[in-house]
């Protein structure tokens, strides 16, 4: 089946600084979506991208379908964007495949 | 804007007792998944349903079940419960001709 490895599994930022999030998959994929889990559990949709790139406020994602990558960019990182980032792709129909997540701790 | 709704939120049950979770979509989604995400873990997929038939199954125990109504909600029915049972579970809706899923609050099940 299809395998989703994201890097880094942690990364500790201080309040201000840039990121980026990278999610591999092994297999083409037509369905890509990034998501924040909040320290309170909540899944938040940041970005459905089967590919392409979009932007929305500090947060900004480009999917290469044909190199089997995803990255996720965070700029002027806040405390709120605490918590753990997942990529998820759909593994055929509407099954689908999260990859383990980046732990983000941002330092005030 | 209309959003996921489960309930309930949290449920505390004892092993080897039943448990029912509910799931409303997001109005005019027709597709629902079920994950569960045990502590600092990924969200597993369970099930899912299109149109009110199962369309995809996952790492699903034989001990649970869920069907989707004719008003869209879902239900998944978990029987014979275990400790390794205990774990957040989230529902998510779609529109099926593009699968953006969006997340439920989840259901916080803790079996003791």
């Known amino acids: 089946g299809i395998q989703v490895e994201q890097s880094p599994p942690d990364l500790i930022l201080q309040e201000g600084a840039n990121s980026t999030l990278r999610c591999n998959f092994s297999?083409?994929?037509?369905?890509l979506q990034w998501f924040h889990q909040n320290p309170w559990g909540q899944l938040i949709n940041l970005f459905y991208i089967p590919s392409g790139t979009k932007q929305n406020g500090r947060l900004s994602a480009t999917t290469v379908a044909t190199e089997r990558y995803s990255l996720l960019y965070i700029s002027s990182s806040q405390t709120t964007d605490s918590g753990v980032y997942f990529c998820a792709v759909l593994a055929g129909g509407f099954k689908t495949i999260f990859g383990a997540g980046t732990r983000l701790f941002v330092k005030a | 804007a209309a959003g996921v709704i489960q309930s309930p939120r949290h449920l505390i049950k004892e092993k080897r007792e039943t448990a029912t979770l509910k799931c409303y979509p997001i109005?005019?989604?027709?597709?629902v998944y079920w994950y569960q995400q045990g502590p600092g873990q990924d969200p597993q997929f369970l099930i899912s349903f299109y149109e009110k038939m199962q369309s995809d199954k996952g790492s699903i125990p034989d001990r649970f079940s869920a069907q989707q109504f004719s008003d869209y909600h879902s239900e998944l029915n978990m029987s014979s419960l275990e400790l390794g049972d205990s774990a957040l579970y989230f529902c998510a809706s779609s529109l099926g001709g593009i699968p953006e899923q969006y997340f439920g609050p989840g259901t916080r099940l803790t079996v003791t």
């Open positions: 109005p005019r989604h027709d597709t």
């Open positions: 297999d083409s994929v037509n369905n």
